[in-house]
Each structure stands twice: as C-alpha cells, then as structure tokens.
C-alpha cells in the first residue's frame, strides 16, 4: 500500500524512508489520531555512527604510554 504525501511517496505510516535530495538523510510520515505530519531527520552524508577513536589517536597514546587515547577515557579509568 503506497501512500503519496506533497509528492512523495511512502510505503506505509510510521515507516522510515531514506531522501537523498532533501536536506535531511531520512523522512517518515507519521499518523495519530487522524492527524498525517511528515517528519525530516538525520543528518545529510553521514555514512554512520561516529567512531569514538581513530587509529591514529590510538598510535598516538600507545606511544606515548597511555592506555586510552583520549582525556576523558584517562580520566575514566584514573577514577575507577
């Protein structure tokens, strides 16, 4: 059951869909109590969840004999 909402089309209520030319990275169409709204969310060209570190920061710590490679994990494991 496809639905089009403002030209666009979804492939049902509360179901989230990716839109690569809006400004951002998904939009789904919400329906409560009779009431349709379309909602936008995400960041655009994101690829995926930030990674906490990098290899190069890990080197970096590793080299200068730091278990963690960032202030706050040292902090975090100096409290523990």
Do not use: C
Not at 25 to 34: P, Q, Y
Not at 44 to 72: C, E, F, H, I
């Amino acid at each position: 059951m496809a639905i089009e909402y403002r030209g666009e089309k979804f492939s049902g209520y509360n179901k989230p869909k990716r839109t690569p030319k809006a400004s951002k990275s998904h939009a789904v169409l919400a329906k409560e109590n009779g009431k349709v709204k379309l909602i936008r969310f995400g960041q655009q060209g994101v690829s995926g969840a930030g990674k906490k570190t990098d290899a190069k920061s890990k080197a970096r710590a590793k080299a200068n004999g730091r278990k963690y490679p960032n202030m706050v994990d040292n902090m975090w494991a100096a409290n523990r």
